[in-house]
């Protein structure tokens, strides 16, 4: 029986798709619930499994082609044993004995990539079983197969200076010294690039600056971190679900700084869904914490935790990271030690963690040495003042400073 693979449907706000990997060729059998194609969206990547146990037949879109909803991308013969012969003639190299072609079949089976490192392997001819892998449950992630390239780039650098060195990379436009190479932006980077050119124009951003001191925070976190891992199942104690939890306290008292725009109108919102920017492989992602405020610290940090798992793998939904009245972003991850972090329309206002940075500091009359943290809070002056700005930020730094004042609420 003759099935049309059809692309998934997708929500309003994706008006189309592009086909990124074809994990399967024209003829090749297929099991039940094997992942046939990645769709490349603005948000999200979709994948399209197969149907049942059979042959893909046709395909009859390809890698690069835009896609809508429901547009069939491909033909599937259910029940039907194809032949395998793309993956039985693909090994057959200069010399190695067909032992070795047996090898490399079973390491490319074995071996659980995310899309995005199944592609870099793939059109650098890599051998997956070289590759350390570091994602989740053995998962092989886009930065493991970066790693690898830039290592095997390195090694070739001393010996002899008599032949030039092998083909460095093939995905290379020219060899040598500047060498460069040109690849097509991905959606969700074009889309990044997008949202972050029409925050920077329509919107009056401003951005102040405040620093808190960390020991507080850090000898509470000392204090508890193996009782709270032990008690919530493995979820370990870090410093994001503190902040989250100030600044869902100070967004309570300056409910400007928890509003959004939309066209002439000011939506005050009477709860607190906390954006937090998670670094991906394929850019920069915000899943969003609804209803922080009834999320406790464990909660907070499962989520979290979770999402940025989703992100490495390419897993984070459209629902997941949609909506947000305020935004988190942590620079400090990367060794940042001050930045102005750029809106996230049509939030009004983002909070930009740093780098804890030990520093003398006046201190009841003598000098301390203190871990110190630049804040920043960019904001749209069309709506909120300065003063509610710098106070809003001043919240957050007394209530980081004394974490106690969080639970009571003062």
């Not at 793939?122 to 092989?140: A, C, F, H, S, V």
Request: proline share 7%.
């Amino acid at each position: 029986m003759t099935i049309e693979i059809k692309a998934p449907t997708l929500p309003e706000s994706v008006p189309d798709g592009t086909i990124a990997t074809w994990y399967k060729k024209a003829g090749e059998s297929v099991s039940r619930d094997e992942l046939l194609v990645d769709i490349e969206t603005d948000k999200v990547v979709l994948e399209v499994v197969a149907p049942a146990d059979g042959v893909l037949k046709e395909i009859r879109k390809g890698e690069g082609d835009t896609i809508v909803s429901n547009e069939i991308l491909a033909i599937f013969a259910d029940g039907e044993t194809g032949t395998v012969a793309a993956r039985e003639e693909a090994p057959a190299a200069p010399a190695p004995a067909p032992a070795q072609v047996e090898e490399e079949d079973k390491s490319d089976l074995a071996v659980l990539m995310s899309p995005a490192a199944r592609k870099l392997v793939e059109e650098n001819n890599l051998d997956p079983n070289q590759i350390q892998n570091t994602g989740k449950d053995g998962r092989m992630t886009k930065e493991d197969v970066v790693n690898f390239m830039k290592a095997k780039d390195e090694k070739p650098a001393a010996p002899a200076p008599a032949a030039p060195a092998p083909a460095a990379a093939p995905v290379a436009i020219s060899n040598g010294p500047r060498a460069e190479k040109r690849v097509p932006m991905t959606r969700l980077r074009a889309k990044i690039a997008e949202r972050l050119l029409q925050a920077s124009q329509t919107t009056a951003m401003l951005t102040t600056f405040n620093e808190v001191n960390m020991q507080a925070v850090m000898d509470l976190r000392n204090r508890y971190k193996d009782a709270f891992e032990k008690q919530h199942n493995g979820t370990r104690l870090g410093f994001m679900s503190f902040f989250v939890r100030a600044s869902v306290e100070a967004l309570k008292r300056f409910p400007a700084v928890n509003a959004s725009m939309e066209e002439n109108d000011i939506v005050y919102h009477g709860y607190q869904d906390i954006g937090v920017a998670v670094s991906s492989p394929r850019g920069l992602v915000v899943p969003v914490l609804r209803d922080a405020d009834a999320m406790s610290f464990a909660d907070i940090e499962a989520s979290i935790r979770d999402y940025g798992e989703k992100a490495r793998d390419g897993k984070l939904s459209i629902e997941e990271m949609s909506g947000g009245t305020f935004t988190i972003s942590n620079g400090g991850v990367f060794g940042s030690l001050l930045s102005t972090p750029i809106l996230n329309p049509p939030q009004t206002a983002i909070l930009g963690m740093h780098k804890i940075q030990e520093r003398p500091m006046a201190v009841n009359g003598e000098v301390k040495i203190q871990p110190m943290m630049y804040l920043a809070l960019s904001y749209d002056h069309r709506m909120i003042d300065g003063r509610e700005a710098v106070q809003f930020l001043v919240t957050i730094k007394d209530l980081l400073e004394d974490p106690a004042r969080m639970f009571l609420e003062v």
